[in-house]
């Protein structure tokens, strides 16, 4: 066999080979990768979700200050509502503590596209005769802009109340107790029953429309959990109130009738709960049932209590729920009967919950004498 010294082949030749062999084994330079894109979770709908009354620790009295310790948006010589809810010129009402912003998952991003009195046409595709509701576009065309940019991991929707009209069926109970015209639930009964067809439609529009938004971004199924969530009764059954029917409840907040309580918790709220998880099954979305995640926390529930002088809040103790309030000596009457701060970290712990699950239906309960980090699940 030759030697370098008395190589077989030419010089050239082996020169050549050399050369070549040196440019096989020199690793070859690419374009830097492209930035992996930031994970993220997204909230849309109503002011369930968006987060009303995330001002509020429990509920006060005390028209001044900080009202107790309740009022959040409390600052020297005055109230800072930007605090809580940011820029609310649209009337929007996002939370900082609202239930996507409070689950704790390590995502990089929790966008809350949700916004106070947005119905199922505000969740639809513009181009499928969605609407724009506060100046803002249709939320699903805002969470297709979303997935394009960001690694959408999970989207919750809380929508459909205000299509059955479930803020006036209140206010109508409401007015009849506050006026001695009587109760309610018969008359609003009727129309619950004329109006539960159509809302649920929208509703299973509203689901495909984030399906589609999603598509459009390039998203399989699979590539995120689409979570239908439901609504938690605002005010507790009659038997539960800590005020008398014929006592203070229009100046505590909480003015209903036992029968319209009764009513509202175990007749419409079950009714609307399985509206919505049908609709969720029906478009192979997991459904979280939220019904009992405030039950003892609700305004004026006789197991939650008043904030005062000598009982601060606390989210053991104190109600998760903002009470029926006008707006004449504190905050807005859009805040009322909506979770208060204490209420969007527990139904932010009931996402959390279902984050490390597998998908399907579940339910969130609370537990009794703890905080809302006593939030749990189960199969439901």
Not at 44 to 65: E, K, M, Q, V, Y
Not at 228 to 248: A, D, F, I, K
Request: hydrophobic residues 35%; negative net charge; proline residues 5%.
């Amino acid at each position: 066999m030759g030697t370098l010294d008395s190589p077989s082949l030419p010089a050239r030749t082996l020169a050549v080979m050399l050369c070549a062999g040196s440019l096989l084994l020199t690793p070859v330079a690419h374009a830097d990768a492209a930035p992996a894109k930031p994970t993220a979770i997204v909230s849309l709908g109503d002011s369930f979700i968006a987060g009303n009354a995330g001002r509020w620790r429990g509920n006060s009295d005390d028209p001044f200050g900080d009202r107790s310790g309740t009022d959040r948006a409390a600052v020297p010589n005055g109230y800072d509502v930007g605090k809580v809810y940011g820029d609310t010129d649209g009337g929007c009402f996002r939370s900082d503590v609202a239930e996507i912003r409070s689950t704790g998952i390590a995502v990089d991003q929790a966008i809350n596209l949700a916004c106070s009195g947005a119905e199922s046409p505000n969740i639809w595709r513009a181009s499928h005769g969605g609407r724009s509701w506060e100046d803002e576009q249709p939320q699903a065309d805002a969470l297709a802009s979303v997935a394009r940019t960001s690694n959408v991991r999970m989207v919750v929707l809380s929508v459909g109340g205000n299509d059955l009209g479930f803020g006036d069926i209140l206010q109508s109970c409401i007015t009849g107790y506050m006026t001695g015209g009587g109760s309610c639930h018969t008359a609003q009964q009727a129309q619950v029953q004329t109006a539960f067809a159509g809302a649920m439609a929208a509703v299973d529009k509203s689901i495909k429309e984030i399906r589609g938004a999603m598509a459009s971004a390039g998203y399989a199924f699979t590539d995120y959990r689409l979570v239908v969530q439901s609504y938690s009764s605002p005010l507790p059954r009659g038997g539960e109130m800590r005020y008398p029917e014929n006592g203070s409840r229009t100046y505590e907040g909480c003015p209903m009738y036992n029968s319209d309580l009764d009513w509202a918790r175990d007749s419409l709220m079950p009714r609307l709960t399985d509206g919505l998880r049908t609709e969720a099954r029906n478009n192979s979305a997991d459904f979280l049932d939220l019904s009992d995640a405030l039950q003892g926390h609700e305004a004026c529930s006789k197991s939650s209590r008043m904030a005062d002088a000598t009982h601060p809040p606390s989210a053991a103790s104190s109600d998760w729920v903002r009470y029926f309030n006008t707006g004449a000596l504190q905050g807005e009457l859009k805040e009322s009967l909506h979770p208060n701060a204490y209420g969007q970290l527990a139904l932010g712990r009931c996402l959390a919950r279902i984050w490390t699950t597998g998908g399907g239906t579940w339910k969130c309960h609370n537990t009794p004498g703890q905080g809302y980090d006593g939030m749990y699940v189960t199969n439901g």
